[in-house]
């Protein structure tokens, strides 16, 4: 039986890539093939009557040579699904589990700062270009953090203007406006013709 704990129960790696990353130095994988986890009669599988099903798939380890916050690095357990992985496989999974917590903060910043649920939206095709307005505005604060001020929370460290998060930069934002350069003049009060 394979004991995360104990490496004695878990034989020769069929895989072991090994990559240099900038920000967790070096990378290395080691990946079992043919793994399947003890499924019990719990949560997903309370229903199910009968013998339950193996289902196998790969292990991965993972450890790091540092942390960017400057913690110690402890070894991080991945399951896939998927069987005979190649190196790349494995180096495409746990890259994938780390831009995972990328993905989560957007979406988050899109729901709670730019407001993607408010709207009370009547058809699909509203929704759609709704979705589509609130993921360009992420680019552009992007785009923009270079010329946006660090307004800073009290309990917030400084920031170079290349490090600035979206949320910082759309608080920086509202004292940009002064400075911008007006593409069109004010419209010119007009009388009503003949």
């Not at 790349?88 to 700062?113: C, P, S, Y």
């Not at 307004?151 to 940009?176: D, F, H, I, Q, Y």
Request: charged share 30%.
């Amino acid at each position: 039986m394979f004991r995360f704990a104990d490496p004695d129960t878990w034989g020769l790696p069929d895989e072991e890539p090994v990559q240099v990353t900038d920000r967790y130095g070096t990378a290395r994988a080691v990946a079992f093939d043919r793994i399947h986890p003890h499924l019990t009669t719990r949560c997903a599988w309370i229903d199910h009557t009968g013998e339950l099903p193996i289902i196998e798939g790969t292990q991965i380890r993972l450890t790091v040579g540092r942390l960017p916050s400057g913690q110690d690095p402890q070894p991080v357990w991945l399951w896939s699904s998927k069987t005979g992985m190649t190196g790349e496989d494995v180096d495409l999974r746990w890259q994938a589990f780390l831009r995972r917590f990328d993905i989560e903060h957007t979406f988050r910043m899109i729901k709670q700062t730019l407001g993607w649920t408010r709207p009370k939206l009547r058809s699909p095709e509203a929704a759609d270009r709704w979705t589509w307005l609130v993921i360009a505005a992420p680019a552009q604060l992007r785009l923009l953090r270079e010329a946006a001020a660090d307004l800073r929370r009290p309990w917030e460290k400084r920031a170079e203007p290349a490090r600035l998060t979206p949320a910082r930069v759309c608080r920086g934002s509202r004292n940009l406006r002064p400075r911008l350069h007006r593409s069109a003049r004010a419209p010119k009060p007009t009388t009503p013709g003949p």
